[in-house]
């Protein structure tokens, strides 16, 4: 048997059924590294006792966070470290078709109704 689920039945088992939202991921993997003892943001210097404890409270405290400042500030690099945090892996099951069912929110004329597209499994990481 694979170490990764191979269909939904198998996810909920091995999930317990719960999911997580992305938030609650960055603030899990936040918390293992700061633990760990972990550099949280390598190759950013100068924001260790100014920007970097800001944004750790934010991201334990579930807040959101608008990064705003000059050019050559870090920001990006900083937004780029953010998805250290992520988890590696993601789980995605294609549907019998072979192909993802992705809600989207498709403009409709009058009624705005939900609809649903299809992505290839191989795009779905993208």
């Known amino acids: 048997m694979s170490a990764f689920p191979q269909t939904l039945g198998e ?10 939202s992305v938030k609650q991921e960055i603030r899990d993997n936040l ?4 633990q760990a003892g972990e550099k949280l943001f390598p190759g950013i210097i100068g924001y ?6 800001q944004l ?19 920001k990006s690099r900083i937004l780029r470290a953010l998805v250290d945090l992520l988890d590696e892996r993601i789980a995605v099951m294609p549907s019998s078709g072979g192909e993802l ?9 009058g009624s705005g109704a939900n609809r649903s597209r299809s992505v290839s499994p191989s795009l779905a990481g993208v």
């Open 56 to 74: 750790v409270n934010a991201i334990l405290s579930r807040h959101n966070f608008i990064l705003l400042g000059l050019r050559g500030q870090a």
């Open 48 to 53: 260790d006792e100014t920007v970097i404890p």
């Open 31 to 34: 918390v293992k590294k700061l």
């Open 101 to 109: 069912s992705v809600p989207t929110r498709l403009p409709q004329s």
């Open 11 to 20: 996810l909920r088992r091995q999930t317990g059924g719960c999911t997580r």
